[in-house]
């Protein structure tokens, strides 16, 4: 399986359109691959909270329309990274907005959508500006099950190992990462991998927005831990050969997951 991560540059003179644009002419650049993937917030830009609300959308928004008419056209699976979602579906109070990844077909189709689950910020920022996700979401390609996660979510072990016990053999991770935590990018990516025993790809912006410098440094990780590929800072396509009988190779010559006693029964405490 053919894997592109397209680590696009955000930068603030650069406008939301046009960045779309580009992106699509990216992915209709990745004929031959089988899956691209985008970062997280890319149209916007993950720090530019003051322009959630203006740049929300459906979907089957702006972005999605791009993006669709790109994979199409390249004919590959598509992680298009996450857009600022407006929620209309009923789901949730009018207005509320969501970190939404979107997954498309080589036809072009939405698939799936995953809402991120745990929000970056503390008491502010997108902690304070979205709702969460509350859906473990995997998508199943013809050559391995995907599980969804984004950026922060990286932090938090378990939802990845809820992905695993839903059969994902490849967790990919969009994610807008500051560049003073590039260290703990790297070290959790390798984390969530060798835990798991699964290809970990995890796609970065690169640029400077809102006023944060973006880690970059996307990175594809096999179950073993060994990392594949790793990008610089600046705008960059890593495109990596993977074997998704990896997997099920590792699992079964180290089958770590096999001993797992606490979230499979209740343990006692002791106090």
Not at 34 to 55: C, R
Not at 199 to 228: F, K, M, N, R
Request: some cysteine; aromatic content about 6%.
């Amino acid at each position: 399986m053919r894997a592109s991560l397209i680590q696009i540059a955000v930068e603030p003179d650069e406008s939301v359109d046009a960045r779309r644009r580009r992106a699509a002419a990216l992915v209709r650049e990745q004929r031959g691959a089988d899956l691209v993937v985008l970062p997280e917030l890319w149209p916007v830009g993950a720090f530019a909270y003051e322009s959630f609300a203006d740049e929300a959308e459906s979907p089957d928004g702006p972005t999605f329309r791009e993006m669709s008419k790109a994979a199409s056209d390249a004919g590959v699976w598509l992680h298009a990274g996450s857009i600022v979602e407006r929620a209309e579906d009923g789901q949730a109070e009018d207005g509320t907005l969501y970190n939404t990844s979107l997954v498309l077909s080589p036809a072009g189709e939405l698939v799936r959508t995953y809402r991120k689950i745990h929000r970056f910020g503390f008491d502010k920022g997108e902690a304070t500006l979205m709702g969460a996700g509350g859906e473990l979401v995997t998508v199943r390609l013809p050559e391995t099950t995907l599980g969804l996660a984004t950026c922060y979510d990286l932090r938090f072990p378990e939802l990845f190992r809820g992905l695993v016990d839903a059969g994902a053999e490849t967790l990919v991770v969009p994610a807008g990462w500051p560049a003073r935590r590039r260290a703990h990018w790297t070290l959790l990516a390798r984390a969530r991998a060798v835990e798991n025993q699964a290809y970990v790809l995890a796609c970065a912006t690169a640029g400077t927005h809102a006023g944060v410098e973006q880690s970059g440094h996307s990175i594809v990780v096999d179950p073993w831990g060994e990392v594949l590929a790793e990008a610089g800072t600046d705008e960059e396509v890593l495109t990596v050969d993977l074997d998704p009988a990896t997997v099920a190779t590792t699992r079964e010559r180290f089958p770590a997951l096999k001993d797992r006693r606490l979230g499979l029964e209740t343990p006692s405490v002791t106090r």
